[in-house]
């Protein structure tokens, strides 16, 4: 059924006209209208109305074929050589891979580290540009290995290299590409035992499927995951309590998403736990998908209260406790993607609020912080959309230099 169907079958079923549908789920009667007329909307939008319909929001969700596609979607020259490294020819006897440089794995390691610095310093051209040469090296270092304990590490080491493509992918949304980097990253890890790395690369593919919108998928691996892998809190290392706070994370923002909210407030005390048991932020990527502690699981909280569109709890939270100037400072900062996304939380709820200064001055503060990572983030063009749409006066130059940085047409 599609979308269209499923939303007018379960207001009837409610007994509701669309105008009441409209007043439970505070969307105009415009918007209601447009679903039940087969209108394209945002996710946030039937999330609104899943909540309204007590459904979860997948299952509002259409399930008919697509539409044909017009028009080309592909990168281009732009990922062309990341694909060709990462997606090879397979013939009948062998994958067509091109001629690489023999390296030793602490080299191709080097390169691995590097690159996560680089991803981390919101450099993402750098990133695209390394990665065919760590998957080629990687690939060959597999290839010529030995037998035993020299082709397990070879193995761990092209793990990691896939671990990295898929995070910069997912990132730019390039999303066939990153499922099949962290599935190999993960079959990698699992092959020679490496449970750590491989419940690692489940924290990655929890944000690909989130990044899908397939909530129920993404809750679910994460659920079963966390739960074979459960440390013991008195004898765990840091990088345990964090793979396994990660995983809790994804759990409760698929729950979130999904309309499940006890299911969410559960998975988030199960990821506070694991924060206090860090005490600070801890990042090692070696160990675990990114930066993880007490701070990085206050944001989160928030991003729930975001999401379910309550912008004055976002506004009362988002300064204060252990995102506060003086939690920072004690526990230490969040990684830059994780810190950038709570302060896009922080402009919505202003935008929600109508207070469309201070939401600009949010994004541009994390324009200044994080530029190539806040072109790829959909809710800061709908803020910025909304700043223009609400703007009487005319466009200061922040404001046009914004909407030019997020491709807003004007």
Do not use: C
């Amino acid at each position: 059924m599609s979308l269209q169907e499923n939303v007018r079958t379960l207001r009837r079923r409610a007994g509701w006209t669309q105008e009441q549908l409209a007043e439970e789920s505070d969307l105009s009667i415009g918007t209601v209208r447009k679903v039940e007329q087969g209108g394209t909307v945002s996710v946030e939008t039937i999330h609104q109305l899943a909540r309204a319909l007590s459904t979860t929001t997948s299952s509002l969700f259409a399930s008919e074929a697509p539409a044909p596609v017009r028009e080309a979607e592909g990168d281009g020259p732009k990922l062309t050589e990341l694909r060709r490294a990462l997606m090879p020819p397979v013939g009948l006897s062998s994958v067509l891979t091109e001629p690489t440089d023999v390296r030793d794995l602490a080299s191709i390691q080097r390169d691995i580290d590097d690159s996560h610095s680089l991803y981390q310093a919101d450099r993402y051209d750098s990133v695209a540009r390394a990665l065919p040469g760590i998957l080629r090296a990687a690939e060959t270092a597999v290839a010529l290995s030995d037998q035993g304990e020299p082709r397990q590490r070879a193995i761990i080491t092209r793990a990691g290299a896939f671990l990295l493509a898929g995070k910069y992918l997912t990132q730019v949304r390039r999303y066939d590409m990153a499922y099949h980097a962290l599935s190999r990253a993960i079959l990698d890890a699992r092959e020679v035992g490496q449970v750590q790395l491989a419940a690692t690369g489940i924290v990655g593919m929890g944000w690909l499927l989130l990044r899908q919108d397939r909530f129920d998928e993404a809750e679910q691996l994460a659920a079963t995951t966390a739960q074979e892998v459960e440390p013991r809190m008195s004898s765990a290392t840091p990088g345990q309590l964090a793979v396994w706070g990660e995983l809790h994370q994804r759990v409760a923002s698929a729950a979130i998403r999904n309309n499940r909210p006890d299911i969410a407030r559960e998975a988030r005390r199960m990821a506070a736990q694991a924060a206090s048991g860090l005490d600070v932020e801890h990042v090692d990527f070696r160990e675990h998908w990114s930066t993880f502690g007490p701070v990085t699981a206050e944001t989160k909280r928030i991003e729930d209260l975001s999401l379910i569109g309550d912008a004055r709890g976002v506004l009362n939270r988002a300064d204060e406790g252990p995102v506060g100037a003086k939690g920072l400072k004690k526990l230490g900062r969040p990684s830059a993607n994780n810190w950038a996304r709570h302060r896009l939380d922080v402009a919505r709820a202003h935008t929600l609020l109508g207070s469309h200064q201070d939401a600009m001055d949010e994004l541009t503060g994390v324009k200044s912080e994080a530029s190539e990572w806040l072109k790829h983030q959909s809710m800061a063009r709908h803020v910025m959309k909304d700043i223009l749409s609400k703007r009487k006066r005319t466009l200061t130059q922040d404001m046009r230099e914004m909407a030019v940085h997020l491709g807003i047409a004007g």
